[in-house]
């Protein structure tokens, strides 16, 4: 009886150890590290407005995957394989009225390696086109200001996309610049020059995979 009791104690130990054990590793938050995207292209650039010295495009979305970090067919923009969609200066998430998916985000006026926890009370918009968009859309009202006088785009400094993705897990992003190369044009740039090189973005983000909101 004695040796049936001490059996019983030991297996209810080792029950007690590795429910523990499974208990900690499932709370554990995944390390993630920032990733940086260069020239991605937000859209066709077909040429180069002679009045407005501004390029004009074909109108068509770069379709990007955090989740992956690749770029998404065109012909994929119906599904929940994107997260972000980018043409020229506007940038879509795939939920509300751009997509199937669980996507919305808000901007966070700060650093982005302060962007440590998304608070349970954030907000997230979801695009309702063309009244509003998840990423504000307009000169100094997201994340980027336009100077009329250069026709140049500068991301705003200290502002970090905090995005919902397409399947409802978390990723920030930070724009570091427009031009091909990472490489503001100057205001002397020619035609030329802005043919080949705007509309290009450089961003780092940080995708958290395990689903929890902490970076």
């Known amino acids: 009886m004695r040796q049936i009791l001490k059996t019983s104690l030991l297996l209810l130990t080792l029950s007690s150890i590795l429910f523990s054990c499974t208990k900690d590793e499932t709370t554990v938050a995944l390390p993630v590290t920032a990733i940086t995207v260069s020239n991605l292209p937000a859209d066709t650039v077909l040429g180069i407005n002679k009045i407005t010295g501004r390029p004009f495009s074909a109108g068509k979305y770069t379709f990007f995957s955090l989740e992956r970090n690749a770029i998404v067919p065109n012909t994929d923009s119906a599904s929940t394989q994107w997260d972000l969609a980018f043409a020229g200066s506007k940038i879509l998430t795939n939920g509300g009225t751009s997509g199937t998916g669980l996507g919305g985000a808000f901007i966070y006026t700060g650093l982005f390696d302060d962007v440590k926890t998304i608070s349970n009370d954030s907000v997230f918009k979801t695009d309702n086109a063309p009244a509003s968009f998840a990423v504000t859309f307009g000169s100094g009202k997201g994340w980027y200001v336009y100077d009329q ?67």
């Open 149 to 215: 006088l250069t026709s140049l785009i500068t991301p705003l400094a200290g502002r970090v996309l905090v995005i919902r993705t397409a399947s409802g897990k978390y990723a920030k992003v930070e724009i570091i610049n427009y031009y091909k190369g990472g490489v503001t044009l100057p205001i002397t740039a020619s035609d030329s020059d802005k043919l080949s090189k705007q509309r290009y973005y450089t961003f780092r983000y940080a995708y958290q995979p395990n689903g929890s909101k902490t970076f």
